[in-house]
């Protein structure tokens, strides 16, 4: 393993980054962890804006350039990028993802590995299908201790009246992140994916319930190897 600890974040497209794990990452990198974000597509499918900001064919380039906004505003490492289509991640052949994604964990060498859960968090199925494939990298990867999925707590989705999201009982949560700190930052990199924002109510929504949504970011931490702290166990210390 490198002696600089390290997270390797796969995800199906670009802002998935932002929203849910955002304020960690930027924490972690704060720290010193090396973090990047491997994405499985461009977001083809995607909004292009309202009012649009560019043409349709136009929106990978537009939407891989707001990525890369947002990985620089939360200060981490500029991210990978597969070249998978939107919407059609689930007809992808799970062993060659899985085998990309296990090229970037030899170059990155992670202490840990996140990604969705089997829900996907919003149901998404690229969410879903890059979850598995993620986690069947994991498993290939013996020298990652863990893996981790963000989540949302049942009693934050009941307080705030979502019911678009898939929910996890509270006692599933392993770890809860205030990102106070780094609050600017988390909000920059959500800003960068302009192009997404008319299809977000949570960027139109009043500070409050921003804060309330977007201030604790959960995780379960979905497998581990061995008993032997990470850099995501750090900040249970914050």
Request: proline residues 8%.
């Amino acid at each position: 393993m490198n002696a600089t600890p390290a997270l390797l974040v796969v995800l199906a497209h670009p802002d998935d980054e932002s929203f849910r794990c955002g304020g960690t990452l930027a924490l972690l990198a704060r720290r010193g962890v090396r973090v990047q974000v491997l994405t499985a597509t461009r977001g083809q499918a995607g909004s292009c804006g309202d009012p649009p900001l560019c043409r349709p064919d136009e929106l990978p380039a537009v939407r891989e350039c707001e990525l890369r906004c947002a990985c620089a505003a939360l200060g981490i490492e500029p991210p990978i990028l597969l070249d998978y289509q939107d919407g059609c991640l689930s007809k992808a052949g799970p062993l060659i993802v899985a085998s990309q994604i296990l090229d970037s964990v030899d170059r990155l060498r992670p202490q840990v590995m996140l990604t969705f859960g089997p829900d996907g968090l919003s149901g998404h199925p690229d969410h879903i299908a890059i979850g598995q494939y993620a986690a069947q990298a994991y498993h290939q990867a013996n020298d990652v201790t863990a893996l981790y999925t963000p989540a949302v707590p049942q009693s934050l989705a009941a307080a705030l009246g979502l019911t678009h999201l898939r929910t996890v009982p509270d006692e599933a949560i392993s770890l809860r992140v205030d990102v106070s700190p780094v609050w600017e930052s988390k909000l920059a990199a959500i800003r960068c994916h302009a192009t997404q924002a008319s299809s977000s109510p949570i960027t139109q929504a009043p500070v409050e319930r921003q804060r309330a949504f977007l201030g604790t970011e959960h995780f379960v931490q979905a497998e581990t190897r061995r008993d032997m702290p990470t850099c995501m166990d750090e900040l249970r210390t914050l």
